[in-house]
T-cell receptor, first 111, second 113 residues
Framework: GQNIDQPTEMTATEGAIVQINCTYQ??????LFWYQQHAGEAPTFLSY????GLEEKGRFSSFLSRSKGYSYLLLKELQMKDSASYLC????????????FGTGTRLLVSP | NAGVTQTPKFRILKIGQSMTLQCAQD?????MYWYRQDPGMGLKLIYY???????DKGEVPNGYNVSRSTTEDFPLRLELAAPSQTSVYFC????????????FGPGTRLTVL
C-alpha cells in the first residue's frame, strides 16, 4: 500500500521562505508531484521529481530523496497569493496511470 | 482550448436519487480520471480511463460507475446517492500516463441530504 505524510498546516510571513515536507512509503515508487490548490479551486501542477536532487522553478523548488522516501517543496519570497494547500502525490511503480495524494498542507501567509 | 470542463458546478441530491456528473476535455488526452475530495482531505481516485472504451477502478469506486465512449467525455454516474457521497468531485486528464501532469477541471460540489 501507500502512505503519504504531510504537515496539516503551516504559517509564514510575507517575504519569508517556507519548506513543506512530504514523506512517503509505497510498495514501489516512480515519481513525486507537487500540486497547489487554492481554496475552492482545482489543483494546479507545480513540479515533478523522478531523480534525486533539487529542481528549481522560479520562486518554487522541489527536492527528492528516493532512498529516504522524502521530498520537500521550498517557497521563497512568499507572497500573499501563496496562501493555499500544497498536495504531495506519488506515482507507484507500475501504477503509471495513477496518482496517490497526501492530505495536503494548508499554508497561510500573513503580512 | 477550454481545457477540462465539468458540469454542474453545484448540486444537491436527496438520498436514493441518481445523477451524472459530466466531464469533457478538448486537449485530446488519452487518460482521464475522477477524484473526490472530502473536506480537509487529499484527493481519492474513483475511476480512471486510459482511452475510449477502457476504464478501471481506483481507490474508492463503490457507488459509482463510469463510461468512456469518446476521447473527449468521461461521465461519472451515481446510481443511489448516499450522504457519504457528499464531496467535491474533480475530473482530470493527462496526455499519456500518470507520469504526465494531470490537468484538473473546476470541480462539482455535491451535497446529498
Amino acid at each position: 500500500g501507500q502512505n503519504i505524510d504531510q504537515p496539516t498546516e503551516m504559517t509564514a510571513t510575507e517575504g519569508a521562505i517556507v519548506q513543506i515536507n512530504c514523506t512517503y512509503q509505497t510498495s514501489g515508487f516512480n515519481g513525486l508531484f507537487w500540486y497547489q490548490q487554492h481554496a475552492g479551486e482545482a489543483p494546479t501542477f507545480l513540479s515533478y521529481n523522478v531523480l534525486d536532487g533539487l529542481e528549481e522553478k522560479g520562486r518554487f523548488s522541489s527536492f527528492l530523496s528516493r532512498s529516504k522516501g522524502y521530498s520537500y517543496l521550498l517557497l521563497k519570497e512568499l507572497q500573499m497569493k501563496d496562501s493555499a494547500s500544497y498536495l504531495c502525490a506519488v506515482t507507484p511503480r507500475g501504477g503509471f496511470q495513477k496518482l496517490v495524494f497526501g492530505t495536503g498542507t494548508r499554508l497561510l501567509v500573513s503580512p | 482550448n477550454a481545457g477540462v470542463t465539468q458540469t454542474p458546478k453545484f448540486r444537491i441530491l436527496k438520498i436514493g436519487q441518481s445523477m451524472t456528473l459530466q466531464c469533457a476535455q478538448d486537449m485530446n488526452h488519452n487518460y482521464m480520471y475522477w477524484y473526490r475530495q472530502d473536506p480537509g482531505m487529499g484527493l481519492k481516485l474513483i475511476y480512471y480511463s486510459v482511452g475510449a472504451g477502457i476504464t478501471d477502478k481506483g481507490e474508492v469506486p463503490n457507488g459509482y460507475n463510469v463510461s468512456r465512449s469518446t476521447t473527449e467525455d468521461f461521465p461519472l454516474r451515481l446510481e443511489l446517492a448516499a450522504p457519504s457521497q457528499t464531496s467535491v468531485y474533480f475530473c482530470a486528464s493527462s496526455p499519456l500516463s500518470g507520469t504526465d501532469t494531470q490537468y484538473f477541471g473546476p470541480g462539482t460540489r455535491l451535497t446529498v441530504l
